[in-house]
């Protein structure tokens, strides 16, 4: 072994790319040459040798042009004596060694790959003290990959795991003149039928995301109704939308963008949800769609991202428990029948609430006379059973998470003999995050409907007669009226926009014209109280008087909405109520005062076509009726998670959007 004093400092700089490869070499084979030249200040360098920088190495750190440095047996351990700060170039005392008399200690070791040791990525050291780079070997993690692993395994790269299998599928767009991958469409109705074009209208304010798991496994179950002794707020900022990798909601027409964590090449689930609608599929966007916008087809039946028909109509599909109270001159049932859901979904409630079917009819009204049973509603059979048996139970309202009472027409609660009986009922449904329509003379289940007002030690026994008030005596005379947007409004909805530009895009007005022709208006609210929100009222009426119609100029609320419990601050509210004063639903009636006496369900529902434009209102309100409570919903983001979470102690992992989590430094065990 040679040992010599070198007077060229300049000579003690490496090769960056040297150094990195033998730098763990040089720590091993520096102390044994230290202990072999002494303690020598400097130690020279013959043409012939290695220099190495061992003591620097065990440094750990530092300048690679340091000072003249203290022994060689002090740096090696880690000294730092003169200016030997470290680093892994030639730093305090420097060692050189005869290759010649190195080589047979040298040629024990074997060299190894990554890819023979198991590793994906990262870098190995071999017997030899070589450090390999994965990636020179091709071994590399997609760019919403982390390198896992090292410590106790080999380091893979995670993306194919629990954490995130579709991250190694998002591809790269990092490149200057490259864009985010992309994905547009339209959330829809589905209509009867995928031939159904005027019933397949836009969704606004709904979910569409992609999870970040294949499959429908960490998507979360549905529980219908109203837990007991609880509540069902379903408010916008404690949605559980499962893992998410990317997503967005959807504009006033249905439309919606997802971009950036859009994978290629791999089958991944598109969901969509509305309120508690929700519909997934399976889809595949090809490796050529990288960095570029594709653009899902937004007519049946090659549109994904439409609603569902029934509970088999997709995967994860969910369609809201609902119940319908008809009655005489109103058939609300007919529009969730036109916008799609399947005549199979409609059912008889059953003895006790619990059968099969997600929308269950019960006639408001069942009169007995000389002819028999009378229907003051429409049915499915003789089974259907009467209103009574919905509003009487605090329990079957809570079985329901949304209750869609019809217009009672000539049999209304006029006396309020119902209210008083089963008002207690709905007040309770509704502050537990029930949502509940009401079309015109059903208004008498908010009419002086509990006068408390909302407290934070009682929040569930807030009353509902502060909504608005109420004109008792019913108008039936009212033949038309002019419909007008309530922009600009004192009280008018905070989605107010929304609802214009959506009522545009599907035909309801023209703008700038924001009105729209109302058939049989009709309206008991003759002012707002302070919680409530406007969406149309009228600013003309024409009646019948002497012979000929009457055009008088009348200002009147004719849809109105309210968060419950009402008055309750944002942080309190949970449900929803909403009222239209006109009917939705009048095509057939033939101007019968009371069309839908008898009616069977579906017939009165199919023989009046597709929607009318005041349905199309009513189906916009029922999207905000049964819409997450609250402001308005952030697009759904993936949330990375945390080491805590994950009860990770150390070292890298993904943080569930494909990106590296550091749990900070292992402790190194040696190499594999």
Known sequence: MICKVSEDRGERKQDQAARSRHRLTATALGLLVAAACGNQADITRDSKALTTGAGAVMGMGGSTTGGSGGSAADAASG???????GGSGAVAGTVTIDPNQMQPMMNECKPTTCAEQGYGCGSIVDECGNETNCADEGLMCGPLQACVGGVDAPAQCMGDSSECELCGAVPDCSAPDQTLTALTGRVVTPGRTDDNVANQLGVPNAFVYIVRNKGIGDLPAFTAGIPAEGTSCDRCEDQELGPVLVGAVTDATGAFKLEGNVPVGEEFTLVVKAGRVRRAVAYTLPDAAACKTTALPTTLPENPARLPRDMQDGLAVNIPRIAVSTGEVDAMECVLEKMGIAHGEFADPGADGSA????????SNITTGAMGQEWRGARLDDMTPAGSELYGSADRLASYDIVLADCEGGSYDGSG??????????????????????????????????????SADDPLGTGLAAAASWNNNFDSTSKTGTGVIALGRPQASPHIQSFADWAANEGVVTPPDETFQIIEPRSQATMLGAAAEEFVYNSDVTKPSMGTDVTTMEDRTQQFSFNTPLGAPDEAVCGRVAYSGFHVSVSGSGGAMSPFVGAVFPDHCTAGGDLTKQEKVLLY???????????TPPPPVCVPTTCEELEQECG????????????GACPVKGPR
């Open 417 to 454: 003999t119902e209210r008083m009986a089963m008002g207690d009922n709905v007040i309770n449904y509704v502050n537990r995050g029930g949502r509940f329509f009401a079309s015109h003379l059903s208004f008498t289940w908010l009419y002086e409907n509990g006068t408390a007002a909302f």
């Open 79 to 85: 000294g730092t004596d003169n200016g030997a700060m």
């Open 621 to 631: 309100m029922l999207f905000d009726l049964s819409a997450c409570v609250g402001d």
């Open 652 to 663: 890298f992992t993904s943080d569930g959007c494909g990106k590296p989590l550091d749990c």
């Open 356 to 363: 099969a079917g997600r929308v269950h009819l019960y006639v």
